[in-house]
């Protein structure tokens, strides 16, 4: 039998850009699973909790020619504009054939311009990561937030099968349950509803009410609704109109089905109103069977880094 070659070997030597908490996540994984990992991040806070915590290896606060030159796999976890800047401004040191992702939560406007001004030697795969949490920062890391987790894979008609093969395989070196590849136009449209527009949703539940005894009053139902209401308003914000168009379509959507949704209830029509209640019960079941696959394969890769790391699983 032909053993399968890896294509992101242990010899790999990684470059992310950017310690936030999916770059800092990312570290603590790879560094985890016995990856040279270095990091650039302007914050010397960052980078000397990353080194602190064994995450990385060696940190840099300002991009440093040689440091880049040596990566084999560069990982930028930066916001869409500063993406594009630190491409067009630190290109010069890659080395050739070196391959780059991104994590980036948009990418029509992203890929392209990526794609169009890099060196012939460097190829640009995009990526993203469906996992974080309402907290960020490096000192919120965690890699458990991948276990079980969604991975969008983002080609386009420049992009070798080997370039994708490494990012498919980060992902599941990652702990990502399933990978799914996306057009950038599918990808952004899909967003937009599955993220976006549930952020959205969770910003207007808590801004439509000044009420400060909520707290005293609420159940688990408006904590879930709300949990990601807590906002990186920097970064939301620039996804949010980065993405305009998709967003905007999403919101009509919802604004039309929540409006007819209250003209039920005005009218007092109980039988439209069990019947809307009755598919969203039938979509929501099989997403619950999808969730469910994942939380298996979640559990089962929490064990594996548990026996790996010494730490007795849970009965």
Known sequence: MAIEQKQLPNDTKILIVGLGLIGGSYAMALHRKGYHVEAIDR????????????????GYTEPDPEAIGRADLIILSLYPHILLDWVRENQKAFRPG????????????????????LRPDAEFIAAHPMAGRERYGVQNSDDRIFFGANYIVVPTEKNTAHAISVCRELAET??????????????DRMIGFVSQLTHCIAISLMTCSDNTHLSDCTGDSFRDLTRIARI??????????ANRDALLREMDVFIGEISELRELIRRGDREKLMDKMRLSTARRAVFDCADAENKEISASALSHTQAVDGIPGKD
């Open 43 to 58: 914050s010397d806070d960052t980078i000397d909790f990353a080194l602190a915590h064994d995450y990385i290896d060696i």
């Open 174 to 187: 990652l702990g990502f349950a399933r990978i799914t590849e996306l057009s950038t136009e599918d990808h």
């Open 232 to 241: 990186n308003e920097d970064m939301w914000s620039e996804l949010f109109l």
């Open 98 to 117: 070196v391959i780059v992702t991104d994590v980036t939560g948009v990418k029509c406007g992203v890929v392209e311009p990526v794609q169009e001004m």
